[in-house]
């Protein structure tokens, strides 16, 4: 079965900084996707980027950028700039390619804090 | 707006008294699941359906049971909740395969606070 690791259950920022946020996941498929979403303490799960495996290209958003190292089955979540509203759970998740049942795999999660 | 709606957000029940927690999405999306949230373990997948009258186990399936009578909607029923059921739920919905071929964009409901007494 896969797995979804994020080791580190809390971080914190400074406003304006940059932070990392890692993700590790274990998966004998060779066709996947991982995204990360954020969970404000409204509850509302938020899509914030998305991977796909055969793109060599680190997907970026605005702020939030991926390094995805397919051999190391690594995804870790760089937020530049890092703003109060920032503040959130993030999980990082798994789901297969076409033909399975979108499914997502999810991490425990890490709670980010942004101090001002 | 495109939107997955829960009802209800919040509910204390107590251990035996059968409940359901509906979901319906207007984005015409033809697969629909229910995760559950819990502290330390993330979101794990209770049910899924691909489609109407189609659904299957998820990783937590015990204790819940499922519906996909209508496209849009998907509702959880919990028979005889007991406390270990006491959770965060979250109903998603996406297209089927996703635009990328891929699983698609997961649209989550707002979420649904139960605690079984």
């Known amino acids: 079965a896969q797995t979804v690791t994020q080791s580190q259950p809390e971080m914190s920022v400074q406003e304006a900084e940059t932070v990392t946020l890692s993700c590790t996941y274990d998966?004998?498929?060779?066709?996947?996707?991982l995204f990360w979403y954020k969970q404000p303490p409204s509850r509302q799960m938020i899509l914030v980027i998305r991977?796909?495996?055969?793109?060599?290209q680190n997907a970026t958003e605005n702020r939030f950028s991926v390094n995805f190292q397919k051999a190391a089955k690594s995804f870790s979540l760089k937020i530049s700039d890092s703003q109060l509203g920032d503040a959130a759970m993030y999980f990082c998740?798994?789901?297969?390619?076409?033909?399975?049942?979108?499914?997502?795999?999810f991490g425990k999660g890490i709670t980010l804090s942004v101090r001002p | 707006e495109a939107q997955v709606t829960q009802n209800p957000r919040y509910l204390i029940t107590v251990t035996g008294k059968k409940l359901t927690v509906t979901c319906s999405q207007n984005?015409?999306?033809?697969?629909m699941s229910w995760y559950r949230q819990d502290p330390g373990l993330g979101l794990r997948q209770i049910y899924y359906?691909?489609?109407?009258?189609?659904?299957d186990k998820g990783d937590v399936p015990e204790g819940y049971k499922v519906s996909r009578k209508e496209k849009r909607n998907f509702p959880l029923i919990l028979e005889s909740p007991s406390p270990n059921q006491t959770s965060l739920y979250f109903c998603?919905?996406?297209?089927?395969?996703?635009?990328?071929?891929?699983?698609?964009?997961?649209?989550f409901g707002e979420g649904s606070r139960l605690t079984v007494l």
């Open positions: 991977q796909e495996a055969y793109k060599q």
């Open positions: 998740a798994y789901g297969e390619g076409p033909g399975a049942n979108s499914k997502l795999t």
């Open positions: 998603a919905s996406s297209l089927l395969g996703g635009a990328l071929g891929g699983p698609g964009e997961l649209f």
């Open positions: 984005m015409n999306h033809e697969y």
């Open positions: 998966t004998s498929e060779s066709d996947y996707y």
């Open positions: 359906s691909m489609n109407v009258e189609v659904t």
